[in-house]
């Protein structure tokens, strides 16, 4: 088992930053990707953005592709959703996710974290 934890979120204004991070503990030598996701109130959960836990093979959603950056730290076992030039349709939860194989559009990632709320005012 692998578990989640995120942290991070909060309150920004539209064009601000907020940094998440997510710390991943117990089996963190099972994970092979990892991923965050987001749900936004009355919204179906979406795919922000991927990468290899190894490193490497990063994805990104259009709507934040040049805005977000993810990355990790194995050493520390964190992966962090660096967010730029934020806009009030990034109001969302944001949950960190993990698999032990690859992480697939459209495919549930085994482990899931609790969630952290970001809010963008206008």
């Known amino acids: 088992q692998v578990q989640l934890v995120e942290s991070g979120g909060g309150l920004a204004q539209a064009g601000g930053s907020l940094r998440l991070s997510c710390a991943a503990s117990g089996r963190t030598s099972s994970i092979y990707d990892l991923a965050w996701f987001r749900q936004a109130p009355g919204k179906e959960r979406e795919f922000v953005a991927a990468m290899r836990w190894s490193g490497g093979s990063i994805s990104y959603a259009e709507p934040v592709k040049g805005r977000f950056t993810i990355s990790r730290d194995n050493a520390e076992r964190r992966v962090y959703l660096q967010m730029n030039s934020l806009k009030p349709e990034d109001t969302a939860v944001y949950y960190c996710?993990?698999?032990?194989?690859?992480?697939?559009?459209?495919?549930?990632?085994?482990?899931w974290g609790q969630g952290t709320q970001v809010t963008v005012s206008s």
């Open positions: 996710t993990a698999d032990p194989g690859r992480i697939r559009i459209g495919v549930s990632p085994n482990y």
